[in-house]
């Protein structure tokens, strides 16, 4: 089996045990720290209050951490899936190649 095959082989594998992000974790970061600041935003204009700017830079910070680490996580959780399914191919494909071992009677 060529490299390509057992890397296709791994991926399919670690896609199907730790699956990856469906989103980029900086952008979902972004996309979610931008929608929270802005619903915080126009809640505190139609209240009429200018006095939010620290709730607002949590709630931005927060809702920004949050699907970043997480998603994150996933990502890390797909590559380790992957180094270990690839070694473990690549040591198979190996032991497969150089053949079983002779023993005595064989000799």
Known sequence: MDP????????????SVAPPPRYNPLLAGAFGATIAGGVVAFFCWLVGSSHMTGATIVTMILAFALPY????????????AFASVFSILLELERKRETGPPETSAEK
């Open 4 to 15: 390509l095959r057992i890397y296709l082989e791994a991926k399919r594998w670690a896609d």
């Open 69 to 80: 680490f997480h998603l994150r996580s996933k990502d890390s959780n797909n590559a380790g």
